[in-house]
């Protein structure tokens, strides 16, 4: 298994540093000849940004001002002083609230955004670079691809009362038709390289002239496709476009990794929301963050594989089960089963989906070593127990289940109020498709505000025996390792909103585990021995400690 994995680490590691040397600009070498960018390091240019139904600009001087209407062309705002060489500006990022757009906008046709940085002379203003970018695509909704109401017929008391008839209106004048729609937020700037490249390399790849022409950047991808704003006559469209410059090998690198994705949504069928997810990451983060994610998702795989690969062992190898909690197996298989529904029903991402299952199929394996059906004379005429090992009466380990038992349903009568109180505020306060959607919704939201009930009877058990040496602590310390990644996931990388919640989760519940393995850690198995049962039928602990 180790030299599989160092056989992994190994090709991802030589796939990252073909992606970065691939990357590289090729910098002039001594003696060589090289080529600099065309605009001075201490140039100052404007950017002016025009929304267009064509795709090709007019001349600057024909471009609308602001406030002007054109039929096909609305100038949405512009950047002055920019230096194009600075990788940090203090101008304010662009919002335009309310767009006043013309009656061919919204013909359900393409928009372009037309960006050029413009340099200020004593004839006027010249162009410098320009760049077209399709700004529009075609959308349809979540909130119109699956009708949403409110379940109890009536609206909230603090209903936004525009909000719903715009809502409304769009919906019947839609219905479930895609429609040209806009993004939120776009990123514009330079792309910077102050060191001189290698002119013979750069002709190899079509350079023709000593100037370095380096293209404008235009960020489309920061907003996701189901956050765009679909364009219809009465309904408020807004943009905000950010000031960002970028160096060259980041921008090659965005542009490699953007068209990979898109051939994979393409040949693969990987769905919308993940591939969207991913070139938000990559494109609207900085290398050191983007460095580390895709570090953190090898290590993750990585680790991975090496807690289920431990974990599949340890069930194997085990042949008594004292120690082991089967309510917690059950509870998490149960959670399993939500999850999977919930982010089925959410219709967004599928790669999460697809590892829920994969754990539920583990978490069934589990509970097959861990129980069994036991036959009984009495109707129903079999009972789900426990495997115990030759050491452990069934006596005792029924004890260790009722103990459970109680810890647990203390747990919940403190964690049941809040479910009831959190699922009843989205009932009254939130639009769902049906009953079944708000059912599945507040069942992973109980899975998950009651995750302490899935792990604690463990925690309970742990406290039980005074002992943690029964637990499979490899793995728990791959999965901890994993929890913790999935932590950076959490902050970095879109998933369903619910889904999230475990992760934190899982840091508390691994948390008590190392705090009681520190409080037992002198409870060795060589200090226990069984204790029979009192005369009087006490209940006396499980296990006893012996004076040195």
Same mark, same amino acid.
């Given at each position: 298994?180790? $030299?599989?994995?160092?056989?992994?680490?190994?090709?991802?590691?030589?796939?990252?540093?073909?992606?970065?040397?691939?990357?590289?600009?090729?910098?002039?070498?001594?003696?060589?000849?090289?080529?600099?960018?065309?605009?001075?390091?201490?140039?100052?240019?404007?950017?002016?940004?025009?929304?267009?139904?064509?795709?090709?600009?007019?001349?600057?001087?024909?471009?609308? #001002?602001?406030?002007?209407?054109?039929?096909?062309?609305?100038?949405?705002?512009?950047?002055?002083?920019?230096?194009?060489?600075?990788?940090?500006?203090?101008?304010?990022?662009?919002?335009?609230?309310?767009?006043?757009?013309?009656?061919? !906008?919204?013909?359900?046709?393409?928009?372009?955004?037309?960006?050029?940085?413009?340099?200020? +002379?004593?004839?006027?203003?010249?162009?410098?670079?320009?760049?077209?970018? #399709?700004?529009?695509?075609?959308?349809?909704?979540?909130?119109?691809?699956?009708?949403?109401?409110?379940?109890?017929?009536?609206?909230?008391?603090?209903?936004?009362?525009?909000?719903?008839?715009?809502?409304?209106?769009?919906?019947? *004048?839609?219905?479930?038709?895609?429609?040209?729609?806009?993004? #939120?937020?776009?990123?514009?700037?330079?792309?910077?390289?102050?060191?001189?490249?290698?002119?013979?390399?750069?002709?190899?790849? +079509?350079?023709?002239?000593?100037?370095?022409?380096?293209?404008?950047?235009?960020?489309?991808?920061?907003?996701? =496709?189901?956050?765009?704003?679909?364009?219809?006559?009465?309904?408020?469209?807004?943009?905000?476009?950010?000031?960002?410059?970028?160096?060259?090998?980041?921008?090659?690198?965005?542009?490699?990794?953007?068209?990979? !994705?898109?051939?994979?949504?393409?040949?693969?069928?990987?769905?919308?929301?993940?591939?969207?997810?991913?070139?938000?990451?990559?494109?609207?983060?900085?290398?050191? *963050?983007?460095?580390?994610?895709?570090?953190?998702?090898?290590?993750?795989?990585?680790?991975?594989? @090496?807690?289920?690969?431990?974990?599949?062992?340890?069930?194997?190898?085990?042949?008594?089960?004292?120690?082991?909690?089967?309510?917690?197996?059950?509870?998490?298989?149960?959670?399993?089963?939500? @999850?999977?529904? &919930?982010?089925?029903?959410?219709?967004?991402?599928? @790669?999460? @989906?697809?590892?829920? !299952?994969?754990?539920?199929?583990?978490?069934?394996?589990?509970?097959?070593?861990?129980?069994?059906?036991?036959?009984?004379?009495?109707?129903?005429?079999?009972?789900?127990?426990?495997?115990?090992?030759?050491? %452990?009466?069934?006596?005792?380990?029924?004890?260790?289940?009722?103990?459970?038992?109680?810890?647990?349903?203390?747990?919940?009568?403190?964690?049941?109020?809040?479910?009831?109180? &959190?699922?009843?505020?989205?009932?009254?306060?939130?639009?769902? =498709?049906?009953?079944?959607?708000?059912?599945?919704?507040?069942?992973?939201?109980?899975?998950?505000?009651?995750?302490?009930?899935?792990? %604690?009877?463990?925690?309970?058990?742990?406290?039980?025996? *005074?002992?943690?040496?029964?637990?499979?602590?490899?793995?728990?310390? !791959?999965?901890?390792?994993?929890?913790?990644?999935?932590?950076?996931?959490?902050?970095?990388?879109?998933?369903?909103?619910?889904?999230? &919640?475990?992760?934190?989760?899982?840091? $508390?519940?691994?948390? $008590?585990?190392?705090?009681?393995?520190?409080?037992?850690?002198?409870?060795?198995?060589?200090?226990?021995?069984?204790?029979?049962?009192?005369?009087?039928?006490?209940?006396?602990?499980?296990?006893?400690?012996?004076?040195?």
């Amino acid at each position: 298994r180790k $030299i599989v994995l160092l056989a992994v680490f190994g090709y991802f590691s030589y796939e990252c540093y073909l992606i970065w040397d691939h990357c590289q600009p090729v910098v002039a070498g001594p003696g060589a000849k090289g080529a600099k960018s065309d605009i001075a390091e201490d140039a100052r240019l404007d950017l002016r940004l025009l929304l267009s139904t064509l795709d090709k600009p007019p001349a600057i001087d024909r471009w609308p #001002k602001l406030g002007e209407s054109d039929p096909n062309h609305v100038l949405v705002g512009q950047f002055t002083s920019v230096s194009p060489h600075d990788d940090h500006h203090e101008q304010p990022d662009l919002v335009t609230p309310n767009l006043v757009l013309g009656e061919k !906008f919204y013909q359900n046709r393409s928009l372009y955004l037309h960006v050029s940085a413009l340099r200020q +002379g004593a004839e006027g203003p010249r162009v410098v670079r320009t760049r077209t970018e #399709k700004l529009s695509r075609q959308v349809l909704q979540a909130s119109r691809k699956h009708k949403r109401r409110y379940l109890l017929g009536r609206l909230p008391p603090n209903a936004n009362m525009t909000k719903e008839r715009l809502d409304d209106f769009a919906e019947e *004048k839609l219905g479930t038709a895609s429609i040209s729609s806009l993004p #939120k937020v776009v990123e514009l700037g330079f792309v910077t390289e102050n060191r001189e490249l290698d002119v013979a390399r750069l002709r190899e790849k +079509g350079l023709k002239h000593l100037d370095l022409a380096l293209p404008l950047f235009v960020n489309t991808l920061v907003s996701p =496709r189901d956050e765009y704003q679909p364009l219809l006559e009465g309904l408020d469209v807004s943009l905000e476009f950010r000031l960002r410059n970028i160096g060259l090998a980041y921008w090659t690198l965005q542009q490699t990794l953007t068209l990979a !994705f898109d051939d994979a949504e393409k040949t693969y069928g990987m769905n919308e929301y993940d591939v969207d997810s991913f070139k938000q990451m990559i494109t609207g983060s900085s290398p050191w *963050k983007i460095t580390l994610v895709y570090t953190v998702a090898i290590l993750h795989l990585i680790l991975e594989v @090496m807690a289920v690969s431990s974990d599949i062992s340890f069930w194997k190898a085990k042949t008594s089960f004292e120690g082991i909690s089967s309510s917690s197996v059950a509870l998490q298989t149960t959670s399993s089963i939500i @999850m999977f529904l &919930y982010v089925r029903e959410q219709e967004q991402t599928k @790669m999460v @989906m697809y590892l829920i !299952f994969a754990k539920f199929c583990l978490q069934v394996w589990k509970l097959r070593k861990l129980t069994m059906f036991k036959k009984i004379p009495r109707p129903p005429y079999f009972k789900w127990v426990n495997r115990s090992g030759a050491e %452990t009466g069934l006596e005792e380990m029924q004890d260790i289940e009722d103990f459970e038992r109680r810890c647990v349903l203390q747990l919940f009568l403190v964690l049941v109020p809040v479910m009831v109180a &959190y699922c009843a505020y989205r009932l009254v306060f939130e639009k769902f =498709r049906s009953w079944w959607s708000w059912l599945i919704l507040s069942l992973a939201v109980g899975s998950q505000v009651g995750g302490f009930a899935i792990m %604690t009877p463990q925690i309970f058990l742990n406290h039980r025996l *005074k002992s943690v040496e029964h637990l499979p602590w490899r793995a728990l310390t !791959f999965q901890a390792v994993n929890t913790f990644i999935d932590d950076i996931f959490t902050l970095f990388i879109r998933m369903p909103e619910i889904h999230k &919640y475990s992760a934190f989760r899982d840091d $508390i519940i691994f948390i $008590i585990c190392c705090a009681q393995r520190w409080m037992y850690r002198n409870n060795s198995s060589s200090n226990k021995k069984p204790l029979a049962e009192d005369d009087d039928h006490s209940d006396p602990p499980l296990f006893t400690r012996e004076k040195d």
